[in-house]
């Protein structure tokens, strides 16, 4: 008996090499410095220890590492020797485009080089690495195939030359990414060529041609996988991950770093929620049928009976959005919708007669790509009539929000929105209790020194903590100005505040030999005070670049650093995550403390959960919100060991309110200098 216990016993779990080796390679005379004779970091080595031991332990860590700690370092090559040694997978999610594209292109080089230098860690550096991207990224050549085929009745004439564009350039495509092409494909003509849909499997594609199944191919492979917040948590709302119970958070036995933490509950609060436009409506009926084109599935696969049901759910989508727009937002773009029966439900009986059609249409085809197609689209159809239920009865009110608003670039799509009020139990259930490592690490976690906070908002109470300050000398290389003389931003002092602001802005930019970089919290602020100061930019010679006007916030990122003296106006999306090294970005300017405006359903609904509960919304919410992203934007400033600066803030709050002293106390260094316009000539006195 003895024997046959022993014989059939469970082989003992892989070693577990990270930690040792970590303290290995990030130790003072480890490889990264005697080897690749790379700056030792104390931080970075006590931050690759820490993760290295949560990866080992499958527990949770959230880590602060200040600007120049070397995160992505330290977190990568843990992570990588432990996904070797388990063979697991490590996902890495980011924020941002600019980060993604760095751990891709400059960080993973550079762990292999580190793994190739010493003989013991030589078999790591063979680790392989995906991008995971939505399929509506990629083409699929079976779908091409079959557009080509039924062109006819599927598109206009017109719309045929963008077809044989579209076959000609994935003949060399490398990757058939939507992103290759220039000009961007038509929307029309790329949703029914793309990976987005059950056309797309590995039962009806060919996986050595199909662009899609080739990129899922690498990803089973790969040790590391890079993926972005908003897909990530697009998919696990969505109810991807593994079994209840099982390990690993998005594929089975994976573990997760999430760099930009800091940006987690905002993310999961907008990818948690229900979106439903009239401009979705639109596109999903005529996808199935356009009346108007006489093109879109049932062309082909249905008869004038079924065409005549897509007909009825869209003059039905057109009248219930209309009567949303009417109800709701005529005097305001964002209404928060408190009662259900908001509008009568006119779409729920065209939308179960069209699923139906469509289930029955899909039964009588022979088992292929069509019938999936239709399977799929009946699905679509069933859930967009879900959805409207869950919205029109107020489903859940006690834990969700619920909102209509206009969105898109000329205001006229009406959205149906819902949000989580408390994202923290949806996240502690997707990540935290998963059974494996899940690291969330970021240069701003905390608020005034204390975690608690974000422990709070993504649930990880209890969670293992670390802060690792950065390593640079800001003391030798920060000013910090505050004016003290702009009004606060009362409908009273507008006016005179805006003038104070421009007056300050045009003065503290022109004179600063670098690039500057405008902070702003009001769009209508920004767009005023360019208009008065961008004549006197061109003038001057002086590159102004402005947010809004129709380029990505990355070529704008891109334009600064080339300009090397140029002024750049932002609002929210710039306060975090670009980096501008050098005198390119020589002054960072902040005009009002970040405060988000208590109006948004989303901040208006938890502002109220959490005074049911006795607590203070300022205090629990608004306050910590705005610190941390007051570090964020004051980090835009130095990002290399090298860099100087001026960080000159425009918000008199920050030295008259009590809170003014929270937001003090985040910046990287103790003291400032107060001026006013008065005395500004003898007070602010940038690097030269």
């Given at each position: 008996?003895?024997?046959?216990?022993?014989?059939?016993?469970?082989?003992?779990?892989?070693?577990?090499?990270?930690?040792?080796?970590?303290?290995?390679?990030?130790?003072?005379?480890?490889?990264?410095?005697?080897?690749?004779?790379?700056?030792?970091?104390?931080?970075?080595?006590?931050?690759?220890?820490?993760?290295?031991?949560?990866?080992?332990?499958?527990?949770?860590?959230?880590?602060?590492?200040?600007?120049?700690?070397?995160?992505?370092?330290?977190?990568?090559?843990?992570?990588?020797?432990?996904?070797?040694?388990?063979?697991?997978?490590?996902?890495?999610?980011?924020?941002?485009?600019?980060?993604?594209?760095?751990?891709?292109?400059?960080?993973?080089?550079?762990?292999?080089?580190?793994?190739?230098?010493?003989?013991?860690?030589?078999?790591?550096?063979?680790?392989?690495?995906?991008?995971?991207?939505?399929?509506?990224?990629?083409?699929?050549?079976?779908?091409?195939?079959?557009?080509?085929?039924d062109k006819h009745e599927l598109f206009a004439t017109p719309e045929h030359s963008e077809?044989?564009?579209?076959?000609?350039?994935?003949?060399?495509?490398?990757?058939?990414?939507?992103?290759?092409?220039?000009?961007?494909?038509?929307?029309?003509?790329?949703?029914?060529?793309?990976?987005?849909?059950?056309?797309?499997?590995?039962?009806?594609?060919?996986?050595?041609?199909?662009?899609?199944?080739?990129?899922?191919?690498?990803?089973?492979?790969?040790?590391?996988?890079?993926?972005?917040?908003?897909?990530?948590?697009?998919?696990?709302?969505?109810?991807?991950?593994?079994?209840?119970?099982?390990?690993?958070?998005?594929?089975?036995?994976?573990?997760?770093?999430?760099?930009?933490?800091?940006?987690?509950?905002?993310?999961?609060?907008?990818?948690?929620?229900?979106?439903?436009?009239?401009?979705?409506?639109?596109?999903?009926?005529?996808?199935?049928?356009?009346?108007?084109?006489?093109?879109?599935?049932?062309?082909?696969?249905?008869?004038?009976?079924?065409?005549?049901?897509?007909?009825?759910?869209?003059?039905?989508?057109?009248?219930?959005?209309?009567?949303?727009?009417?109800?709701?937002?005529?005097?305001?773009?964002?209404?928060?919708?408190?009662?259900?029966?908001?509008?009568?439900?006119?779409?729920?009986?065209?939308?179960?007669?069209?699923?139906?059609?469509?289930?029955?249409?899909?039964?009588?085809?022979?088992?292929?790509?069509?019938?999936?197609?239709?399977?799929?689209?009946?699905?679509?159809?069933?859930?967009?009539?879900?959805?409207?239920?869950?919205?029109?009865?107020?489903?859940?009110?006690?834990?969700?929000?619920?909102?209509?608003?206009?969105?898109?670039?000329?205001?006229?799509?009406v959205t149906l929105r819902t949000a989580p009020i408390d994202v923290a139990p949806l996240?502690?259930?997707?990540?935290?209790?998963?059974?494996?490592?899940?690291?969330?690490?970021?240069?701003?976690?905390?608020?005034?020194?204390?975690?608690?906070?974000?422990?709070?908002?993504?649930?990880?109470?209890?969670?293992?903590?670390?802060?690792?300050?950065?390593?640079?000398?800001?003391?030798?290389?920060?000013?910090?100005?505050?004016?003290?003389?702009?009004?606060?931003?009362?409908?009273?002092?507008?006016?005179?505040?805006?003038?104070?602001?421009?007056?300050?802005?045009?003065?503290?930019?022109?004179?600063?030999?670098?690039?500057?970089?405008?902070?702003?919290?009001?769009?209508?602020?920004?767009?005023?005070?360019?208009?008065?100061?961008?004549?006197?930019?061109?003038?001057?010679?002086?590159?102004?670049?402005?947010?809004?006007?129709?380029?990505?916030?990355?070529?704008?990122?891109?334009?600064?650093?080339?300009?090397?003296?140029?002024?750049?106006?932002?609002?929210?999306?710039?306060?975090?995550?670009?980096?501008?090294?050098?005198?390119?970005?020589?002054?960072?300017?902040?005009?009002?403390?970040?405060?988000?405006?208590?109006?948004?359903?989303?901040?208006?609904?938890?502002?109220?959960?959490?005074?049911?509960?006795?607590?203070?919304?300022?205090?629990?919410?608004?306050?910590?919100?705005?610190?941390?992203?007051?570090?964020?934007?004051?980090?835009r400033l130095i990002r290399t060991a090298t860099d100087r600066g001026v960080l000159t803030?425009?918000?008199?709050?920050?030295?008259?309110?009590?809170?003014?002293?929270?937001?003090?106390?985040?910046?990287?260094?103790?003291?400032?200098?107060?001026?006013?316009?008065?005395?500004?000539?003898?007070?602010?006195?940038?690097?030269?």
């Open positions: 008996m003895i024997g046959l216990e022993e014989e059939n016993a469970a082989p003992p779990p892989p070693a577990a090499h990270a930690p040792r080796l970590a303290a290995r390679i990030f130790a003072a005379d480890g490889v990264l410095a005697s080897v690749l004779k790379l700056e030792h970091r104390p931080q970075q080595e006590k931050m690759a220890r820490a993760v290295a031991t949560a990866m080992r332990d499958d527990a949770p860590l959230l880590f602060e590492a200040g600007t120049g700690v070397g995160k992505s370092l330290a977190y990568l090559l843990p992570g990588i020797i432990h996904a070797t040694d388990q063979s697991r997978q490590l996902i890495v999610s980011t924020h941002t485009i600019a980060l993604q594209e760095q751990v891709e292109q400059s960080d993973l080089p550079l762990c292999r080089r580190v793994l190739a230098a010493a003989p013991e860690l030589e078999p790591y550096a063979k680790f392989k690495s995906a991008v995971l991207r939505g399929k509506g990224n990629y083409l699929c050549p079976t779908r091409l195939a079959a557009a080509l085929r077809l044989q564009r579209l076959a000609a350039w994935a003949e060399t495509s490398p990757e058939g990414l939507r992103s290759e092409l220039s000009p961007a494909p038509a929307p029309e003509v790329w949703e029914l060529v793309s990976a987005d849909s059950a056309g797309c499997s590995r039962k009806h594609c060919d996986g050595a041609k199909c662009f899609y199944q080739r990129a899922r191919a690498r990803l089973r492979g790969a040790q590391v996988v890079i993926v972005n917040h908003a897909l990530l948590f697009t998919l696990l709302g969505a109810g991807a991950g593994g079994a209840a119970g099982a390990r690993g958070v998005l594929f089975a036995d994976d573990f997760v770093v999430l760099d930009e933490a800091h940006t987690v509950p905002e993310v999961a609060t907008e990818h948690f929620g229900l979106r439903l436009s009239s401009y979705g409506a639109d596109r999903l009926l005529k996808h199935i049928y356009n009346p108007k084109t006489k093109r879109g599935l049932l062309a082909k696969l249905g008869d004038a009976a079924d065409r005549l049901l897509v007909a009825d759910a869209l003059e039905a989508a057109r009248q219930f959005f209309a009567a949303v727009d009417e109800r709701l937002l005529t005097k305001q773009d964002v209404v928060r919708v408190r009662e259900a029966g908001l509008v009568e439900p006119w779409l729920d009986e065209p939308l179960e007669a069209l699923q139906r059609a469509l289930k029955k249409r899909a039964d009588q085809l022979e088992d292929g790509r069509e019938r999936d197609e239709l399977q799929e689209q009946a699905g679509k159809v069933g859930a967009w009539k879900s959805g409207l239920r869950q919205f029109l009865t107020l489903a859940d009110p006690e834990a969700m929000v619920y909102w209509a608003e206009r969105t898109g670039r000329r205001q006229t799509i996240l502690r259930e997707a990540l935290l209790r998963r059974k494996t490592a899940v690291v969330f690490t970021s240069a701003t976690l905390t608020a005034g020194g204390e975690m608690g906070a974000f422990q709070q908002r993504v649930g990880a109470e209890g969670a293992r903590t670390a802060v690792e300050a950065s390593p640079f000398d800001y003391e030798r290389n920060l000013r910090i100005f505050v004016a003290t003389d702009v009004p606060p931003p009362t409908a009273q002092g507008a006016r005179l505040a805006l003038e104070v602001l421009t007056d300050h802005i045009d003065y503290c930019t022109q004179r600063t030999a670098g690039g500057s970089l405008v902070l702003f919290t009001s769009y209508a602020d920004m767009r005023a005070i360019a208009a008065a100061l961008e004549p006197g930019y061109a003038a001057a010679g002086r590159p102004f670049f402005l947010q809004g006007a129709d380029v990505s916030r990355t070529e704008l990122t891109r334009r600064l650093r080339a300009a090397g003296n140029g002024v750049l106006f932002g609002t929210d999306s710039f306060w975090t995550g670009i980096d501008v090294p050098g005198d390119a970005l020589a002054q960072v300017i902040i005009t009002r403390l970040p405060f988000e405006m208590p109006n948004h359903p989303v901040l208006e609904a938890r502002a109220d959960w959490i005074r049911a509960q006795g607590g203070d919304a300022f205090a629990e919410l608004t306050l910590p919100d705005a610190l941390v992203k007051f570090r964020q934007g004051a980090g803030i425009l918000d008199s709050r920050i030295v008259q309110k009590p809170y003014g002293k929270r937001f003090l106390d985040c910046l990287p260094k103790a003291g400032h200098t107060r001026m006013t316009r008065a005395d500004r000539p003898e007070k602010f006195s940038p690097f030269m």
